[in-house]
């Protein structure tokens, strides 16, 4: 597969595409990712009034308890992640489309078997090469001192230095479970998102004079396939947030004692926050999700497209 990849003077393109895309949707979103992963990361019950109460009052109350820097908080872990997340992705999903292709003997474009099979790999391959850096990203976005479970970093590299030390290496790989469950929002999207392209070729829809899609055609695709898959596998990311967040403590010696972590394990997360806050605590942040998965990832495919014909 790589010899492939390789052999393709154009091979370089995918990452350049996978990092542009990336900075942008980083940076365009990060005040909504702040606000997602703090109504994920919420406890909530009828004894316990939340903080955080819907998307635009979340932005609200961060603007005026914690100003610019609040709403910004973990942007430059954000822009660390997702260029590496982007360009491993694309480069992977792009190379894995010509590899399934030529094994199965089948054209990449229109090929349903194909696109899942490239997707598969490429959502893999990001998700275990980027983990600790997402999961400092959301300690850094949700951060707090209260209680003994609290923390406080200076930046992304006090926050890496932090968690070794005191929790230990494996630390940075919490919420890898369901990160990989994760995979089954690509498998939806983006199968999806090549279908419909597809379709628009085939049909004559949205087409350029040159006979490649319009931005229009390629935004509408996008946003239709970001939307569904969101809708179809929101709560994986509510329970990796929560795996993330918590904070673990390695043990000195045989006689050290330390509580159990609350959350064990992707079902064991799911029973707990079923049993203490009801279903509906597995869609928590889904609106804020949607307002900014869609825009971020129909940017993101556009701006992927348009420097993939550069």
């Not at 949707?25 to 005040?31: E, K, N, Q, Y």
């Not at 990361?41 to 609040?70: A, R």
């Not at 850094?140 to 006090?158: D, I, R, V, W």
């Amino acid at each position: 597969m790589s010899a492939l990849v390789l052999s393709d003077q154009r091979a370089f393109r995918p990452a350049i595409a996978g990092a542009a895309s990336g900075l942008v949707t980083a940076a365009m979103v990060a005040p909504l990712d702040v606000v997602k992963i703090r109504l994920q990361n919420q406890y909530f019950s009828h004894d316990v009034q939340p903080k955080y109460k819907g998307t635009f009052p979340t932005l609200s109350k961060i603007w005026t308890e914690e100003g610019v820097h609040g709403l910004f908080s973990g942007l430059a872990p954000s822009v660390y992640a997702y260029l590496p997340d982007r360009i491993i992705w694309f480069s992977v999903y792009h190379g894995g489309k010509k590899y399934f292709a030529n094994c199965l003997g089948t054209p990449p474009e229109g090929t349903t078997t194909v696109h899942l099979l490239a997707t598969l790999t490429a959502s893999m391959a990001s998700a275990m090469g980027t983990s600790p850096l997402w999961v400092v990203r959301t300690r850094l976005m949700t951060q707090y001192t209260e209680g003994p479970h609290g923390f406080k970093y200076k930046n992304a590299s006090h926050a890496f230095r932090n968690m070794i030390s005191k929790e230990g290496y494996f630390s940075l790989y919490k919420g890898l479970g369901p990160s990989l469950l994760g995979v089954s929002h690509s498998l939806v999207m983006f199968p999806l998102y090549e279908k419909m392209k597809y379709t628009m070729k085939e049909r004559k829809y949205g087409i350029n004079p040159d006979g490649t899609l319009s931005n229009l055609s390629i935004l509408t695709a996008s946003s239709i396939a970001k939307c569904i898959a969101s809708l179809l596998t929101y709560p994986h990311e509510v329970i990796r947030t929560r795996l993330q967040t918590q904070k673990t403590f390695l043990v000195a010696n045989q006689t050290s004692t330390v509580a159990k972590p609350k959350y064990q394990g992707v079902l064991q997360t799911v029973r707990v926050m079923v049993a203490e806050e009801g279903f509906m605590s597995l869609y928590r942040g889904l609106t804020t999700s949607i307002i900014r998965q869609v825009p971020a990832g129909a940017m993101s495919l556009l701006i992927y497209e348009l420097v993939l014909k550069w």
